[in-house]
């Protein structure tokens, strides 16, 4: 097959390679195919696509499927899915106010989860608890499933000492600006760690096992405490120089017109000061309402109070034109939404947004689909176990230049080369 796109490398071996992944790429989006559905698909000869399909099997990453019934005429054709029990990663979340650590294999399925609900602590104290964490997870899997452990995903947002009053934080964080915890975590599990932010991380997993089922171009936002966002551009995530791309919530908005929100004196804010739930905890707090979680706000939520309507307002009014510029300059045809917490809210946010990106169409360019994200308060997690899985097995252009990832820490491209 020629490569479709130019300047991508010719090396037999790294070819190989991203045909390999991407045939198993297609059978993650199919849920099931037989070798002649892969070599249409990939446009690859009959006798190319038996040899990666026997590999493939023999590496455990695929597994026969039974026969096609239907349809088909002489012997019936032998179909392949992905093997679940064929990888694993094992996924760490840390940010301001939470640190989870989930088991993941390769079907998408969360085998074993913990999580602790506290303000994030000293660099020290979050490895011993997080080292703690990734030995659980280890204990889930027997000896031969260790064997096929991918690695580590970390995610979590980068600066995490920054925009204090954005977020109305009292805590103060900006120890951790200077921590390569991903380093330090590899050291103390002996693993190879892939580290994302966690914007990335979450839209990395609806590509590898969410809505990139059917979308290989999409804008990723996700509302949580802040609000964590990611691009997904032909399949690939959308990284930039610093790992910092389609970092929405930093977009230049008005500041809030409502009377919680923290004072400025400048013109410009953030759009994470209007659009994360620690903004709609302040508002609620502002009038007297007592949120101690994500169950209290949804509760508020369910009740219909008037201050999480009010909230929503003032959210979607910096959110819908926030969208629009960003789509302006990424030109993707759908926009995927996804919160901590649901109770209608997620759906709310869609119909708003949906509304408000109408209203301000410009001429000749259409309003994207809107898509429910598919893991919710999973989000993070499950990204950072997607992480080792993605990029171990996913057809990126930097496996046909026979490059490693620039999400891995120093120490897992020493562990991964050795």
């Given at each position: 097959m020629r490569p479709r796109h130019p300047g991508r490398g010719t090396n037999s071996i790294n070819l190989r390679l991203y045909n390999e992944?991407?045939?198993?790429?297609?059978l993650r989006r199919a849920g099931e195919a037989s070798k002649a559905d892969l070599a249409r698909w990939a446009e690859l000869t009959n006798t190319a696509v038996g040899s990666i399909?026997?590999?493939?099997?023999?590496?455990?990453?695929?597994?026969?499927?039974?026969?096609?019934?239907?349809?088909?005429?002489?012997?019936?054709?032998?179909?392949?899915?992905?093997?679940?029990?064929?990888a694993f990663?094992?996924?760490?979340?840390?940010?301001?106010?939470?640190?989870?650590?989930?088991?993941?294999?390769?079907?998408?399925?969360?085998?074993?989860?913990?999580?602790?609900?506290?303000?994030?602590?000293?660099?020290d104290e979050a490895l011993l608890l997080v080292r703690k964490g990734v030995g659980r997870m280890l204990d889930v899997l027997d000896g031969a499933q260790r064997r096929r452990l991918m690695g580590v995903g970390l995610a979590q947002p980068y600066d995490l000492g920054s925009w204090l009053r954005e977020l109305d934080l009292k805590a103060d964080f900006r120890i951790w600006n200077g921590v390569d915890f991903g380093t330090m975590l590899s050291q103390a599990v002996q693993q190879p760690v892939f580290k994302e932010n966690?914007?990335?991380?979450?839209?990395?997993?609806?590509?590898?096992?969410?809505?990139?089922?059917?979308?290989?171009?999409?804008?990723?936002?996700?509302?949580?405490?802040?609000?964590?966002?990611?691009?997904?551009?032909?399949?690939?995530s959308l990284r930039g120089s610093t790992g910092n791309a389609a970092d929405l919530g930093l977009v230049p908005v008005p500041p809030s017109a409502l009377a919680s929100a923290p004072p400025s004196q400048r013109r410009w804010d953030i759009l994470l000061s209007r659009?994360?739930?620690?903004?709609?905890?302040?508002?609620?707090?502002?009038?007297?309402?007592?949120?101690?979680?994500?169950?209290?706000?949804?509760?508020?939520?369910?009740?219909?109070?008037?201050?999480?309507?009010?909230?929503?307002?003032?959210?979607?009014?910096?959110?819908?034109?926030?969208?629009?510029?960003?789509?302006?300059?990424?030109?993707?045809?759908?926009?995927?939404?996804?919160?901590?917490?649901?109770?209608?809210?997620?759906?709310?946010?869609?119909?708003?947004?949906?509304?408000g990106l109408r209203q301000i169409a410009p001429e000749a360019r259409q309003t994207p689909r809107l898509v429910r994200g598919s893991f919710r308060a999973n989000a993070g997690a499950v990204g950072a176990a997607s992480l080792p899985m993605f990029f171990s097995f996913s057809p990126r252009a930097d496996v046909l230049r026979g490059q490693p990832t620039a999400a891995f820490s120093h120490t897992a491209k020493e562990t991964l080369h050795a």
């Open positions: 992944r991407s045939l198993l790429q297609r399909v026997q590999s493939l099997e023999e590496s455990r990453l695929i597994e026969p499927a039974g026969r096609r019934q239907e349809g088909q005429r002489g012997q019936p054709a032998g179909l392949y899915r992905i093997n679940p029990e064929g990663g094992i996924g760490v979340r840390v940010d301001r106010a939470s640190i989870e650590t989930v088991l993941l294999d390769l079907g998408g399925k969360i085998l074993a989860r913990e999580a602790h609900g506290l303000p994030l602590p000293h660099p966690d914007g990335n991380a979450a839209a990395i997993a609806e590509l590898f096992f969410g809505v990139g089922r059917e979308e290989s171009d999409f804008l990723y936002v996700f509302i949580g405490a802040a609000l964590g966002a990611g691009a997904v551009v032909g399949g690939e659009a994360s739930l620690n903004s709609l905890t302040r508002h609620l707090r502002h009038h007297g309402v007592m949120v101690r979680n994500h169950d209290d706000l949804e509760s508020c939520i369910e009740a219909g109070r008037p201050e999480v309507r009010e909230w929503l307002d003032d959210c979607v009014d910096a959110l819908v034109p926030s969208l629009r510029a960003a789509l302006a300059v990424l030109d993707l045809p759908a926009v995927v939404i996804d919160c901590d917490i649901d109770s209608g809210l997620i759906d709310e946010l869609i119909r708003r947004v949906d509304a």
